[in-house]
């Protein structure tokens, strides 16, 4: 048996060719992300720029990573210390993480919910993006924010001395309800992905 042959596509009617091309409102919104993730490498630049001249000995460059890192001490430092350093490498490591959350929004949403890339066959597509869908893009994000959140809460344990206790029991709270928030979004797919599974054999 032959496969039949594939009719083409019959035009939209005005209104549903409308709606449909309305996802293409969202054009300048990944747009404006594009041009978010531009001021964190700037941002990142900068601040990488200071931790190199106060390691040379620069005292102005080290007034700022300790200003930009909200470290307080009663003796402000004269050179970089392992908690100025530590902090600011970890605040460096939160905006290449942010910047790779930016990237799967940016990518992963446009692929999803806008149109197609036409990556297959390139060399440098995304593993994650050969396969991606709103409930692949949903979980991923979620891990994303952990990571991120994590990474946030070792700054602020580190620099604890900075901080109330309210504070570091609020950000612990918040983390755990991220994490909590991650899987049940994960189960919730497997389940989604996976409907007859867990679900007791039938009767025979």
């Known amino acids: ?5 594939k009719r083409p596509a019959s035009p939209l009617r005005p209104l549903p060719a409308l709606i449909f091309a309305s ?3 969202q054009l300048p919104l990944y747009l404006g992300l594009i041009v978010a993730q531009m001021v964190y490498v700037v941002h990142f630049l900068v601040e990488l720029t200071h931790l190199v001249e106060a390691a040379f000995g620069s005292h102005e460059a080290l007034e700022k990573l300790v200003t930009s890192i909200g470290y307080k001490v009663d003796v ?3 050179s970089l210390n392992e908690t100025v350093i530590m902090l600011v490498v970890l605040a460096l490591i939160d905006v290449v993480m942010i910047s790779n959350l930016l990237i799967m929004v940016i990518v992963g949403g446009y692929e999803t919910f806008v149109s197609r890339l036409g990556l297959e066959g390139q060399r440098d597509q995304p593993e994650w993006l050969s396969h991606v869908n709103a409930s692949v893009l949903k979980v991923k994000l979620g891990l994303s924010i952990i990571g991120i959140s994590s990474i946030h809460l070792l700054k602020t344990f580190i620099n604890a001395d900075n901080y109330t206790d309210r504070v570091l029991i609020a950000q612990t ?3 755990i309800a991220f ?3 991650a899987m049940a979004i994960a189960f919730t797919d497997r389940l989604m992905s996976h409907p007859n599974q867990g679900g007791g054999a039938g009767g025979h």
Do not use: E, G, K, N
């Not at 048996?1 to 042959?5: A, N, Y």
């Open 179 to 181: 994490l909590l928030s």
């Open 23 to 25: 996802r293409w409102l």
């Open 1 to 5: 048996m032959t496969d039949p042959v």
């Open 173 to 175: 709270v918040i983390h």
């Open 76 to 78: 402000a430092p004269t």
